[in-house]
């Protein structure tokens, strides 16, 4: 059986998604910032989205600072408690510090790669 998680950090200048099937990489982008979204639903529907293609629930994993605009994405409400439906779960994570780059690419994932390792115990 495949686990499916979503790596989500977002800031001020950019949304990085990070997608992995157990500790393999499926899928890495590099998205505009949530508080330029103009659709609410935006980050909900890409989500939905990638669980209707997977066939699967997907957990994801969401690191913000408390400073940061994370709300704009709608995957936590106005006291900060994290989304849950059929499609996806999210969890709330503090940024942990960098490790090296693993793979050359669109940016930097390797903080995104450690949040796999912290999620590992509750993520499904």
């Known amino acids: 059986m495949h686990r499916y998680t979503v790596m989500l950090s977002t800031s001020m200048s950019r949304t990085r998604l990070l997608l992995l099937d157990g500790q393999d990489e ?3 982008a590099a998205l505009p910032p949530g508080h330029l979204l103009r659709q609410r639903r935006a980050a909900r ?5 990638i669980s209707l ?3 699967a629930q997907v957990s994801v994993v969401l690191s913000a600072d408390e400073a940061e605009p994370s709300y704009y994405l709608d995957l936590v409400d106005e006291l900060g408690v994290p989304t849950r439906s059929v499609y996806f ?8 510090r960098r490790r090296p780059r693993r793979l050359r690419g669109v940016c930097d994932f390797s903080d995104l790669r450690q949040l796999s390792l912290v999620a590992g ?4």
Do not use: P
Not at 45 to 49: A, D, F, N, R
Not at 89 to 96: A, M
């Open 26 to 28: 499926l899928m890495r």
């Open 45 to 49: 529907s890409l989500l939905e989205g």
């Open 53 to 55: 293609w997977l066939d």
């Open 89 to 96: 779960e999210v969890r709330l994570v503090e940024r942990g």
């Open 121 to 124: 115990g509750g993520a499904r």
